[in-house]
Protein backbone atom coordinates (compact mmCIF):
# COMPACT_ATOMS: atom_id res chain seq x y z
CA UNK A 1 0.00 0.00 0.00
CA UNK A 2 1.28 3.35 -0.87
CA UNK A 3 2.48 5.53 1.99
CA UNK A 4 -0.32 8.36 0.79
CA UNK A 5 -3.17 6.00 0.72
CA UNK A 6 -3.07 6.08 4.87
CA UNK A 7 -1.16 9.31 5.88
CA UNK A 8 -2.81 12.55 5.12
CA UNK A 9 -0.83 15.77 6.37
CA UNK A 10 -2.23 19.12 5.64
CA UNK A 11 -0.27 22.18 4.52
CA UNK A 12 -0.58 24.01 7.80
CA UNK A 13 -0.07 20.94 9.66
CA UNK A 14 3.32 20.43 7.71
CA UNK A 15 4.16 23.76 8.06
CA UNK A 16 3.92 23.76 11.49
CA UNK A 17 5.94 20.51 12.09
CA UNK A 18 8.73 22.14 10.00
CA UNK A 19 9.04 25.20 12.46
CA UNK A 20 8.76 23.20 15.49
CA UNK A 21 11.85 21.06 14.26
CA UNK A 22 13.95 23.93 12.95
CA UNK A 23 13.76 25.59 16.32
CA UNK A 24 14.52 22.02 18.24
CA UNK A 25 17.30 22.04 15.60
CA UNK A 26 18.25 25.61 16.06
CA UNK A 27 17.95 26.10 20.58
CA UNK A 28 21.38 25.58 20.99
CA UNK A 29 23.07 27.74 17.95
CA UNK A 30 20.42 30.12 19.67
CA UNK A 31 21.80 29.47 23.11
CA UNK A 32 25.53 30.46 21.63
CA UNK A 33 23.65 33.73 20.13
CA UNK A 34 21.70 34.43 22.93
CA UNK A 35 24.67 34.23 25.01
CA UNK A 36 26.90 36.20 23.28
CA UNK A 37 24.40 39.04 22.28
CA UNK A 38 23.40 39.34 26.39
CA UNK A 39 27.28 39.69 27.18
CA UNK A 40 27.58 42.32 24.26
CA UNK A 41 24.59 43.74 26.13
CA UNK A 42 25.85 43.96 29.20
CA UNK A 43 29.33 45.55 28.09
CA UNK A 44 27.51 48.12 26.19
CA UNK A 45 24.02 48.96 28.33
CA UNK A 46 24.17 52.12 26.95
CA UNK A 47 23.46 51.94 23.76
CA UNK A 48 20.04 50.85 22.05
CA UNK A 49 21.59 48.34 18.72
CA UNK A 50 22.47 46.28 21.89
CA UNK A 51 19.61 46.31 23.72
CA UNK A 52 17.73 45.61 20.34
CA UNK A 53 20.03 42.62 19.49
CA UNK A 54 20.24 41.25 22.62
CA UNK A 55 16.28 41.30 22.78
CA UNK A 56 15.40 39.80 19.49
CA UNK A 57 18.22 36.64 20.53
CA UNK A 58 16.26 35.98 23.93
CA UNK A 59 12.77 36.59 21.82
CA UNK A 60 14.27 33.81 19.49
CA UNK A 61 15.83 31.60 22.09
CA UNK A 62 12.52 31.30 24.00
CA UNK A 63 10.56 30.29 21.15
CA UNK A 64 13.31 27.61 20.66
CA UNK A 65 13.42 26.66 24.05
CA UNK A 66 10.02 25.71 24.97
CA UNK A 67 9.39 23.05 22.16
CA UNK A 68 12.96 21.44 23.00
CA UNK A 69 12.22 21.42 26.79
CA UNK A 70 8.91 19.96 25.56
CA UNK A 71 10.65 16.92 23.47
CA UNK A 72 13.76 16.63 26.10
CA UNK A 73 11.50 16.54 29.04
CA UNK A 74 8.75 14.47 27.44
CA UNK A 75 11.18 11.89 26.01
CA UNK A 76 13.42 12.30 29.62
CA UNK A 77 9.76 11.19 31.01
CA UNK A 78 8.89 8.11 28.80
CA UNK A 79 12.89 6.91 29.95
CA UNK A 80 12.54 6.66 33.06
CA UNK A 81 9.05 5.24 32.79
CA UNK A 82 10.08 2.04 30.52
CA UNK A 83 12.77 2.08 33.11
CA UNK A 84 10.72 1.69 36.28
CA UNK A 85 9.03 -1.26 34.03
CA UNK A 86 12.24 -2.87 32.98
CA UNK A 87 14.07 -5.77 35.20
CA UNK A 88 17.69 -7.28 34.07
CA UNK A 89 17.82 -11.09 35.32
CA UNK A 90 20.83 -12.18 37.03
CA UNK A 91 19.58 -15.64 37.40
CA UNK A 92 17.80 -17.79 34.87
CA UNK A 93 14.05 -17.12 35.94
CA UNK A 94 9.87 -18.58 34.47
CA UNK A 95 8.05 -15.17 34.38
CA UNK A 96 4.53 -15.33 32.56
CA UNK A 97 5.36 -19.09 31.95
CA UNK A 98 8.44 -18.50 29.75
CA UNK A 99 12.04 -19.74 31.28
CA UNK A 100 14.59 -17.57 30.52
CA UNK A 101 18.55 -16.98 30.59
CA UNK A 102 20.60 -14.89 32.64
CA UNK A 103 21.11 -11.39 31.32
CA UNK A 104 17.42 -11.22 29.71
CA UNK A 105 16.40 -7.92 29.56
CA UNK A 106 12.43 -8.08 30.69
CA UNK A 107 10.12 -4.86 30.23
CA UNK A 108 6.61 -5.52 31.65
CA UNK A 109 3.26 -3.73 30.16
CA UNK A 110 3.06 -2.23 33.99
CA UNK A 111 5.50 -1.71 36.83
CA UNK A 112 3.11 -3.44 39.26
CA UNK A 113 2.41 -6.38 36.90
CA UNK A 114 5.15 -8.75 37.03
CA UNK A 115 3.37 -11.38 35.21
CA UNK A 116 2.69 -9.89 31.85
CA UNK A 117 5.60 -8.96 29.33
CA UNK A 118 5.76 -6.40 26.52
CA UNK A 119 9.01 -7.27 25.26
CA UNK A 120 11.93 -9.61 25.93
CA UNK A 121 16.06 -8.46 25.12
CA UNK A 122 17.53 -12.38 25.23
CA UNK A 123 21.35 -12.19 25.30
CA UNK A 124 20.77 -16.26 24.44
CA UNK A 125 18.73 -18.50 23.65
CA UNK A 126 15.11 -18.92 24.89
CA UNK A 127 12.23 -20.94 24.09
CA UNK A 128 9.20 -18.21 23.67
CA UNK A 129 5.81 -19.83 22.92
CA UNK A 130 7.62 -23.06 21.71
CA UNK A 131 9.91 -21.16 19.26
CA UNK A 132 13.68 -20.71 19.94
CA UNK A 133 14.20 -17.21 19.94
CA UNK A 134 16.95 -14.55 20.29
CA UNK A 135 17.75 -10.91 20.48
CA UNK A 136 14.60 -8.35 20.91
CA UNK A 137 11.40 -9.99 20.77
CA UNK A 138 7.70 -7.93 21.21
CA UNK A 139 4.87 -9.97 22.96
CA UNK A 140 1.26 -9.63 22.55
CA UNK A 141 -0.92 -11.51 24.37
CA UNK A 142 1.79 -13.46 25.98
CA UNK A 143 2.73 -14.96 22.65
CA UNK A 144 5.87 -13.03 20.19
CA UNK A 145 4.74 -10.75 17.67
CA UNK A 146 6.29 -8.76 14.56
CA UNK A 147 9.40 -9.16 13.47
CA UNK A 148 11.92 -11.72 15.35
CA UNK A 149 15.22 -13.69 15.16
CA UNK A 150 15.67 -17.17 15.11
CA UNK A 151 18.50 -18.56 17.31
CA UNK A 152 18.79 -21.16 15.14
CA UNK A 153 16.64 -23.63 12.48
CA UNK A 154 13.62 -24.54 13.68
CA UNK A 155 10.16 -25.52 12.37
CA UNK A 156 6.70 -23.04 12.97
CA UNK A 157 3.77 -23.97 12.69
CA UNK A 158 5.28 -27.26 10.43
CA UNK A 159 7.20 -24.70 8.24
CA UNK A 160 10.88 -25.17 8.39
CA UNK A 161 12.44 -21.97 8.79
CA UNK A 162 15.86 -20.48 8.52
CA UNK A 163 17.73 -18.16 11.52
CA UNK A 164 19.60 -16.28 8.61
CA UNK A 165 16.58 -14.17 7.69
CA UNK A 166 14.14 -12.36 10.02
CA UNK A 167 10.82 -14.54 10.92
CA UNK A 168 7.05 -12.51 10.96
CA UNK A 169 4.79 -13.72 13.52
CA UNK A 170 1.25 -12.34 14.28
CA UNK A 171 0.52 -13.28 17.66
CA UNK A 172 2.68 -16.45 17.91
CA UNK A 173 1.29 -17.50 14.62
CA UNK A 174 3.68 -17.72 11.47
CA UNK A 175 3.43 -15.22 8.58
CA UNK A 176 6.93 -15.01 6.90
CA UNK A 177 10.33 -16.29 7.33
CA UNK A 178 12.62 -17.59 4.84
CA UNK A 179 12.64 -21.86 4.52
CA UNK A 180 15.38 -23.62 5.13
CA UNK A 181 14.84 -26.07 2.77
CA UNK A 182 12.69 -26.51 -0.28
CA UNK A 183 9.61 -27.76 1.70
CA UNK A 184 5.67 -28.50 1.08
CA UNK A 185 4.07 -25.47 2.81
CA UNK A 186 -0.19 -26.25 2.72
CA UNK A 187 0.76 -28.68 -0.05
CA UNK A 188 2.13 -26.14 -2.44
CA UNK A 189 6.15 -27.20 -3.16
CA UNK A 190 8.42 -24.25 -1.75
CA UNK A 191 11.35 -22.43 -1.93
CA UNK A 192 12.64 -19.45 -0.16
CA UNK A 193 10.68 -17.31 1.27
CA UNK A 194 6.87 -18.09 2.42
CA UNK A 195 3.82 -16.00 3.42
CA UNK A 196 1.12 -17.04 5.19
CA UNK A 197 -1.76 -14.88 6.00
CA UNK A 198 -5.25 -15.36 5.93
CA UNK A 199 -4.88 -18.45 4.52
CA UNK A 200 -3.20 -17.27 1.68
CA UNK A 201 -0.08 -19.86 1.12
CA UNK A 202 2.65 -17.08 -0.83
CA UNK A 203 6.08 -18.46 -2.23
CA UNK A 204 8.04 -19.45 -5.16
CA UNK A 205 7.51 -22.69 -6.61
CA UNK A 206 10.06 -25.33 -5.74
CA UNK A 207 8.95 -28.05 -8.35
CA UNK A 208 5.64 -28.56 -10.88
CA UNK A 209 2.64 -27.72 -8.85
CA UNK A 210 -0.78 -28.93 -10.21
CA UNK A 211 -3.89 -26.40 -9.18
CA UNK A 212 -6.95 -25.91 -11.02
CA UNK A 213 -6.46 -28.21 -13.60
CA UNK A 214 -3.19 -26.67 -14.93
CA UNK A 215 0.58 -27.75 -14.19
CA UNK A 216 2.81 -24.55 -13.10
CA UNK A 217 6.55 -24.75 -13.10
CA UNK A 218 9.33 -24.61 -10.48
CA UNK A 219 10.11 -21.22 -10.49
CA UNK A 220 6.90 -19.81 -10.67
CA UNK A 221 5.67 -17.28 -8.08
CA UNK A 222 1.87 -18.27 -6.48
CA UNK A 223 -0.43 -16.89 -4.00
CA UNK A 224 -3.21 -19.68 -2.96
CA UNK A 225 -5.55 -20.27 -0.98
CA UNK A 226 -8.99 -22.86 -1.33
CA UNK A 227 -10.70 -21.44 -5.07
CA UNK A 228 -8.61 -18.63 -5.26
CA UNK A 229 -5.02 -17.70 -6.25
CA UNK A 230 -2.44 -16.01 -8.42
CA UNK A 231 0.65 -17.21 -10.64
CA UNK A 232 3.26 -15.10 -11.93
CA UNK A 233 5.08 -16.94 -14.36
CA UNK A 234 9.17 -16.38 -13.49
CA UNK A 235 10.30 -18.58 -15.47
CA UNK A 236 8.66 -21.52 -17.16
CA UNK A 237 5.30 -21.24 -19.24
CA UNK A 238 2.81 -23.39 -17.61
CA UNK A 239 0.60 -26.04 -20.18
CA UNK A 240 -2.21 -23.78 -20.22
CA UNK A 241 -2.28 -21.86 -23.56
CA UNK A 242 -4.01 -18.57 -25.01
CA UNK A 243 -5.19 -18.86 -28.73
CA UNK A 244 -2.67 -21.68 -29.16
CA UNK A 245 0.42 -19.72 -27.91
CA UNK A 246 2.36 -20.37 -24.57
CA UNK A 247 2.06 -17.29 -22.23
CA UNK A 248 4.98 -15.16 -21.63
CA UNK A 249 6.95 -14.27 -18.89
CA UNK A 250 5.78 -12.43 -16.13
CA UNK A 251 2.66 -12.98 -17.04
CA UNK A 252 -0.19 -13.42 -14.36
CA UNK A 253 -2.82 -15.60 -14.29
CA UNK A 254 -5.89 -15.27 -11.80
CA UNK A 255 -8.55 -18.11 -10.52
CA UNK A 256 -11.24 -16.69 -8.56
CA UNK A 257 -13.85 -19.67 -7.40
CA UNK A 258 -11.81 -22.68 -8.96
CA UNK A 259 -12.36 -20.56 -12.78
CA UNK A 260 -9.49 -18.61 -15.13
CA UNK A 261 -10.56 -14.70 -13.95
CA UNK A 262 -8.00 -12.87 -16.19
CA UNK A 263 -4.82 -12.87 -17.44
CA UNK A 264 -2.33 -9.68 -16.47
CA UNK A 265 0.41 -8.67 -19.22
CA UNK A 266 1.17 -5.65 -18.16
CA UNK A 267 4.58 -5.93 -17.81
CA UNK A 268 5.28 -8.11 -20.81
CA UNK A 269 2.63 -7.17 -23.03
CA UNK A 270 1.56 -10.17 -25.23
CA UNK A 271 1.20 -10.23 -29.35
CA UNK A 272 -0.84 -12.23 -30.82
CA UNK A 273 -0.86 -10.84 -35.07
CA UNK A 274 -1.85 -7.33 -35.16
CA UNK A 275 -3.17 -7.38 -31.48
CA UNK A 276 -0.91 -5.70 -28.40
CA UNK A 277 -2.09 -7.23 -25.48
CA UNK A 278 -2.02 -6.26 -22.12
CA UNK A 279 -4.81 -7.52 -20.16
CA UNK A 280 -6.91 -10.36 -20.83
CA UNK A 281 -10.66 -10.59 -18.59
CA UNK A 282 -12.16 -14.14 -18.81
CA UNK A 283 -16.14 -13.86 -19.00
CA UNK A 284 -18.04 -16.63 -17.58
CA UNK A 285 -21.80 -16.82 -18.97
CA UNK A 286 -23.35 -14.73 -22.01
CA UNK A 287 -20.26 -12.12 -21.83
CA UNK A 288 -17.67 -13.11 -24.41
CA UNK A 289 -14.11 -13.39 -22.85
CA UNK A 290 -12.22 -10.57 -24.16
CA UNK A 291 -8.95 -8.76 -24.29
CA UNK A 292 -8.23 -4.75 -23.61
CA UNK A 293 -5.49 -3.24 -25.81
CA UNK A 294 -4.38 -1.84 -29.27
CA UNK A 295 -6.08 -4.46 -31.48
CA UNK A 296 -7.79 -5.06 -34.92
CA UNK A 297 -9.88 -8.05 -33.58
CA UNK A 298 -13.78 -7.44 -33.89
CA UNK A 299 -14.33 -5.40 -30.53
CA UNK A 300 -17.11 -4.70 -27.74
CA UNK A 301 -18.45 -1.44 -27.12
CA UNK A 302 -15.68 -0.49 -24.39
CA UNK A 303 -13.33 -0.99 -26.75
CA UNK A 304 -12.22 -4.55 -25.08
CA UNK A 305 -11.03 -7.04 -28.50
CA UNK A 306 -13.16 -10.05 -28.47
CA UNK A 307 -11.88 -13.55 -27.83
CA UNK A 308 -12.93 -16.32 -29.85
CA UNK A 309 -14.71 -19.30 -27.14
CA UNK A 310 -11.51 -21.71 -27.89
CA UNK A 311 -9.17 -19.23 -26.60
CA UNK A 312 -8.30 -20.83 -24.32
CA UNK A 313 -6.80 -24.58 -23.65
CA UNK A 314 -4.49 -26.81 -21.73
CA UNK A 315 -2.42 -29.46 -23.26
Known amino acids: ?33 TGLAVWFWWR ?20 SAIPYFSL ?19 DPAVIAGIRLPPGTLVTYTDAGARNEIESLDIQREAWVYGIPLAGHVNLRNGRPDGYVT ?20 ENGTLEECMLSHPSLVRGVPCLGEVSLSDNWTGCVLSSDYRHFGVTWRSGTAVNVKEGTGSFDIMSEPPNLYVLGSALPRRAVVQFVGGRLYGINLTISPWRFGTCKIDNIDVGH ?21 VLPPTAFNIR
Not at 50 to 60: I, M, N, Y
Request: hydrophobic share 50%; charged share 15%; proline share 7%.
Open 1 to 33: MPIADWISITWPNAAAMLVMYVLVQAFWPLTIV
Open 44 to 63: RRSRVAARVVAGVATLFWIA
Open 72 to 90: VGGEAAFRMGVRLRQQTLR
Open 150 to 169: LARDSPIDGVPCAAHADVQL
Open 285 to 305: GPAPDRASGMCRLPSTLDGNA
